[in-house]
Structures are given as C-alpha cells and as structure tokens.
C-alpha cells in the first residue's frame, strides 16, 4: 500500500490482503477498509489478569492462557474425542472436543494457546476441572530458534496477552488471530482524524467521540476501559458506532419517504355521499381505536399523495372493517379496489365478509385465487378490465401479469410480513398513470420506532384496543401425562355447543426420522376413532387442497364439525367466534409470536375461551420463557417484544422477506434508544429544523449516505 489508505480503498490493496482473501473477506460483506473496520469483535477476553488454572472456578466460563503439554485422539464407543492438556507449572488443564478429530497436529507440545469456554469438573479420570468444546487460540508456536522471529511478529504478539484483546468471528482461513494483526496494522496507516459526515451540531447533541478515536477503541480498547461495557456494545466507541449507522439508515429512509410523497397521488372527496356510504356500510360501532385509524386513513386518502400506510393491530383488534371502509371511499369515488391475502383461505374469508357487508351497499365484489378454474379465472379479469367488479380479492394471482385493472386506486394488502415488499411494489405498479394508495395491515405488533424503520416507507396507524364484548382466554401448560383430562375437557365444551381446535407442529410423522413428535395426520385419526368416536372432526394442514381447505373451513365455520386438527395454516386470521378451545400440543416446538397468532383464533364470541398449551418431552429453558410469557400476558406488543428479544430482529421478521437492512454493529432491540435519537435527528436534518445544520454539511451528509451506505441498505435511488 503506497500512501495512506482511504476508508474506501477496497481490501485487496491493503497490506497482508490478496485476492484470494479479499475474495473471503467479500463473502462476509467486507469490500472496503471501512468495512473491515466495521468487523467488530464479538466479545473481548482480559488477558491483563489472565487467570491462573487454579483460580477457576467450576461452572464459570473463563479465558486461561497456558502451555500445551499433551495433546491425541482416543476413541470411544459413541465418538472420537479429542483432549489436550494445558498447563501451568504443576496445574492441568484437560480440554476435550467431541469428534475432534480436525484438530490432530494442531496443538504442538510447549505452544502457548489461549482457552475460552465453560470451566467444569471433569468428568473423565480423577478430580481436576476441564473444559468441553473450548474455544480456543494459538498464541505462540514452541519455536526451535527465537532469534529467527521479526519485530513485527514480536510486535503482534506483545499484543496477545497482558491486555483486553478483541475476538472475532472466524471466516474461511481468517481466524481471529489473523483479523486482529490485519485490523491493527490497517489502524495503524489510518491517518488521525478521518472524515465525518454527521454533522458537528449533531454529534455534539449525542456527545460522539471523533471516528478515528471510536475505530481504535472499539478493537483495541485501553485497558482502563470497563470489561462489561465492552461486552454490552456501550462503551463510547461502541455508541458513536452504532448511532452513525443508525443515523444513517434513518437518513436514507426519511429521504425515501419524502420522496415517495411528492409522487402525483388520488385525492379522494370524502364528502357527504361518501359519509353516508361509509355509515351504511359499517355493522358495528367501531372502538374509538378503529375511529382513530379510520379518520389517518381518510385523510391520507383525501391528500394528493400517495398513502403509504402500515395498519397495525393484534388479531381480532378489527382491521377488516377498516380496510372495508377504505375501500368504500375508493369505490364512491369511482376507483377500484384490489385486496391481497397470504393464502385461499383468508382471501375466501374476506371475500365472503366483502359480499356480506359490502354488496348490499351496491358495490361488486370478485374473488380471484390460483385454484379457481381457468375460464373463472379469465371471467373475473374481465370485470376487472371493464371495472364491472369494483373490488377484487385474492392472493398471489393478483399479480400475475394478465391482471388489468380499469382504474385502480387503493391496494390492501393483508399479513404484510407473508409478501414482500416487491410484491406490494408489483401491485403498485398496476396503474400506470397515478400511484394508488397503499394500505398494508399487519397482525404483527412491532414496537413503533421498530415499525418505523422495517416498513421505512409507510406510516404506521396502530389500533391498540380490542372490540367490546370479548372475555379474556384463559392459558395453562400442561404436561402430556395429563392428556386424558384435557380431551375430557374439551370433550365437555363440545359438548356444550362450543367448538375446539387442535394444534400439531408437523403434518404426518416422518418415516426416516424418529422425532417423536404427534402429528396431525395421525392424532387426526387417534382422535377421531378413539377419542370423539361421537364428535364431527375436520383436519386442515399445507397439503390439502385449496378447494378442500376452504370447504373443511366453511363446514369448520358453520358449525357442522365441532373440533378442527390443523397445523398452523389456521394461524392467520381465521375467524370463527364460536371456537373457545384450542389445544397446542407440543407447544415447546412453537414460537411465541405464532402461539400468540394462534391463540388469537379463540375468544373471539362471548364465551369464556381456553388455550391449552400441551408439552410433552424436554423443554428448553428459552421454550420455557414462551410458555410463561403466553401465560402471564395477551399483550400482543409485550409479546412481540419478548420474541424479538429471545430470536433477535433477523429470525423475528425473516431478513430477506421483509428487506430489513442487515445491520452491521446496531442492533435494533439492544439500541433502541439510540434508534430514537437517530430518527429524530435525520428527521432533523433533511426538514432543516436542526437550524445550526449548514447546507454544505447537510449536502455531505446526503453525500456521504449514497457513497458508503446506499449499496449495503438499498435505499436506492435518493434525491
Ligand atoms: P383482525 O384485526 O384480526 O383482522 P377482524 O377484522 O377479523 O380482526 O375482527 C375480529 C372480529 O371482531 C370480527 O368478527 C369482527 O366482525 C369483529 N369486530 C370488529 N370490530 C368490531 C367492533 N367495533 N364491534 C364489534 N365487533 C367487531
Ligand atoms: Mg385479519
């Protein structure tokens, strides 16, 4: 490398990195020196005070550097089992790897190697302690000559040990030892003060230490620096990292949004014609919450831009006759409608509550999904084309590209996190000359700012209250010993006019793999044959037909079968008020969002509703914390929030679904309130309320947001 390296020279010409490496390096979303200085490490170890073998205690898990004395394979009669003794002085460390076999040849007698992991008494041979699977690193190989190494590997390995030293994530070859010496020599050539395009008002505001200083902590922290702040990402390095790219991402997003609202929209009249339609429409008083919503919508729909809006509300909360509302101003105003839904299922529900509630009112309701027939199918576009059916239902098929609409002017699109938003882009898209308003609803509660920033272009209306008249259900576990009192149990609520669900994880047992777990195509037959001999029993599963789905839920509907087995295909919005049991047998395989989904189907009439939460073999902890959780509340908020706590934001919404950016140092549960000022902040900057903010500052900022960040997010297409 000649001259200083630029934050975006790209790896391959820094020192140590060729292209076989920087090939590797891309693979994990490292191109430019900045990335790789946003590698950060995972965890630190303090080797200041490196434990001596006989401080550790058992059960801990500790960080011991010591010498490799003995090291081989043995065999045993389930697996081979690696084990390497380390020592110090006279006390031994044993280390062992199951089907260790990889590491042969690795561990040279006399080398110096640091251990990470979980101190235990040993399990093998006479008392000691011993760690399993540990971590570990080779810190210095026995060397026959010491005169042979250079001032640079002494210089490195000085670094090792007597100081807090950052571990990172092995890739490929590159193992932490190997990022340590490549990310201290590329800060070392970085010059003392590198670039930074938050802007000087901002980064007083939040206190930020200068970049430059940030990279250098955050790798090679100072051995005052507080070991626990370390490991919660909350040093000041730590923040200024993480707010940046907060900032950041908030910046692209808040550009995206006004831009999309400058677009030519519909300006909807909602005058008194329309009022009197919406009332006449409307079955029930709606909640003050669905008035709330109502009156966002209306006047998103009544301004000319484009609405973008995200409806959110916990199952059963009422958002049908909210986007059935929507829908009447469009077609008053002579647009048509298009609904999209996950499956058949629900798209068939909706468009029997749409025939129900909307044709009396006049309007023409179609229903169009892959199962229908093809000259059905060909029929259905027509009244779509001529705008002889003013509002279409239906699933993917909607956007297929035979499907013309006349005069498209508001899409709904229900269960948001099923689609993705290249799918909403696609519906969109299908009015050429205006854009129709969008309406996304979402049974998934996700925190505000959260929302925000994952459905970056919509604004967020949230109906927080639950129609009146519904009891709360009551929730238990119960272990499968005690499945003869439960199918009592609902044997008794059956019995009593009431309806039940039984919930499986699997559809049929599998026939290569012993999991031991019930599935519903055979409890279907256990139960139907042994257990309700007297009972009417449907089964609804992923396999069954369209056609057979929609008949088994109509027949489910209308009462002429009294308990449902099903997997989870009934988890999204089916409606059926006189079901008030459900049943979840092994509910410890279930995630706590899809519980909750689940539980939502019942308490939806005025009887009293039960949930039983069935577990049969061994439950985690972290399944155990779902089932408390379903236990102590209903709230789908706090719910949502324990999940993202217990599987983190990218399991929760499905990365790739949702185009949620992949963060690389924030984290959005853990930084939320950084998430917060960061908002508030880009908010700031791009509406110029931020007054001390020069133009110049803000155009650098603008600037710096499309060369560094653009690609990584995909905020495409800015400004
Ligand atoms: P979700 O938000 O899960 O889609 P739905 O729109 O299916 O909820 O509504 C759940 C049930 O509550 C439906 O049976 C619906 O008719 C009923 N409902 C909705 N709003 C009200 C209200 N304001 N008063 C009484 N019942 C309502
Ligand atoms: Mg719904």
């Not at 005070?49 to 205690?57: D, H, K, W, Y």
């Not at 101003?329 to 609904?339: I, R, T």
């Not at 006049?362 to 509002?391: D, E």
């Not at 009146?468 to 006019?497: H, Q, Y």
Request: aromatic share 6%.
């Amino acid at each position: 490398m000649r001259g200083m390296p630029e934050l975006r020279t790209e790896v391959q010409f820094l020192k140590g990195i060729g292209p076989r490496v920087a090939e590797t390096l891309a693979a994990k979303g490292i191109h430019s020196l900045e990335d790789l200085l946003y590698y950060l490490p995972f965890r630190y170890e303090d080797r200041i005070n490196p434990r001596t073998i006989e401080q550790l205690q058992p059960g801990e898990m500790a960080s011991v550097i010591a010498e490799v004395r003995t090291s081989g394979l043995f065999k045993t009669r389930r697996m081979p089992i690696f084990e390497m003794t380390a020592g110090q002085g006279r006390s031994k460390l044993k280390c062992l790897w199951f089907r260790g076999g990889y590491l042969e040849g690795k561990f040279q007698p006399g080398a110096l190697v640091a251990l990470y992991g979980k101190v235990e008494a040993s399990t093998f041979g006479r008392g000691g302690l011993q760690m399993l699977q540990p971590q570990f690193e080779i810190l210095h190989e026995p060397s026959e000559d010491g005169a042979s190494e250079s001032d640079e590997q002494r210089h490195f390995e000085s670094l090792e040990t007597g100081r807090i030293v950052p571990i990172y994530e092995a890739t490929g070859k590159l193992n932490a030892k190997w990022f340590r010496r490549t990310i201290r020599t590329a800060l070392e050539q970085l010059p003392r003060e590198v670039p930074d395009a938050i802007p000087a008002a901002i980064r007083g505001r939040i206190g930020l230490i200068p970049r430059a200083e940030a990279f250098w902590q955050v790798h090679w922290p100072d051995a005052g620096e507080s070991f626990s702040a370390l490991q919660a990402a909350a040093t000041p390095a730590h923040q200024r990292l993480i707010f940046e790219e907060l900032f950041f991402l908030e910046l692209g997003l808040e550009l995206k949004r006004r831009k999309a609202r400058l677009q030519p929209g519909i300006a909807f009249e909602i005058h008194s014609r329309v009022r009197a339609a919406l009332k006449r429409v409307l079955p029930f008083h709606p909640t003050k919450a669905q008035k709330k919503v109502l009156k966002e919508i209306a006047d998103d729909m009544a301004h000319n831009s484009p609405m973008r809006r995200l409806l959110q509300g916990d199952v059963g909360s009422g958002k049908t006759i909210v986007a059935f509302e929507a829908a009447t101003v469009a077609m008053e105003n002579g647009y048509q409608v298009a609904m999209m839904a996950p499956t058949e299922i629900l798209a068939t529900q909706h468009y029997l509550t749409a025939r129900r509630i909307l044709e009396p009112a006049g309007y023409r309701v179609a229903l169009l999904t892959g199962s229908l027939n093809q000259a059905s199918k060909r029929s259905v576009r027509g009244h779509v084309a001529r705008g002889t059916a003013q509002m279409v239902i239906g699933t993917h098929a909607l956007l297929e590209e035979k499907v013309e609409f006349e005069r498209l002017g508001l899409v709904i699109v229900d269960e948001q996190h099923r689609f993705g938003v290249m799918q909403r882009m696609k519906l969109m898209r299908k009015n050429a000359e205006v854009q129709p308003d969008v309406l996304v609803m979402t049974a998934t509660p996700i925190p505000r700012t959260l929302a925000l920033t994952l459905y970056g272009d919509l604004d967020v209306s949230v109906i927080d209250e639950l129609p009146p008249g519904r009891t709360p259900v009551s929730t238990r576990v119960v272990r499968d010993e005690r499945t003869a009192e439960v199918w009592e149990f609902v044997r008794r609520i059956v019995t009593s006019g009431a309806q039940a669900y039984v919930v499986y994880p699997v559809i049929e047992e599998s026939e290569e793999k012993e999991t031991g777990l019930k599935a519903a195509i055979q409890m279907y037959d256990t139960l139907r044959r042994d257990v309700f001999p007297e009972c009417k029993l449907g089964l609804l599963h992923g396999r069954i037909s369209a056609d057979e789905k929609d008949e088994i839920m109509r027949r489910f509907k209308n009462g002429e079968l009294q308990i449902l087995v099903a997997t989870t295909v009934i988890e999204v919005g089916v409606d059926v008020p006189n079901a008030s049991v459900m049943v979840i047998e092994h509910a410890e395989r279930f995630g706590l969002s899809q519980m909750h989904q689940l539980r939502g189907r019942i308490g939806r009439g005025s009887t009293k509703s039960y949930c039983i939460l069935m577990t049969g073999g061994k439950v985690s902890e972290e399944a155990q914390q779902r089932l408390d959780t379903m236990i102590r509340t209903a709230d789908g908020f706090e719910i949502a929030e324990k999940d993202l706590e217990l599987r983190g934001p990218g399991e929760f919404f499905g990365t790739k679904q949702t185009g949620m950016p992949s963060l690389r140092v924030a984290n959005l549960i853990r930084d939320r309130k950084l998430l917060e000022l960061a908002k508030r902040e880009a908010r700031a900057l791009v509406d110029g309320s931020a007054g001390e903010i020069s133009q110049e500052e803000k155009r650098a900022a603008v600037q710096y947001l499309k060369a560094h960040w653009n690609r990584r997010y995909g905020l495409v297409e800015i400004g």
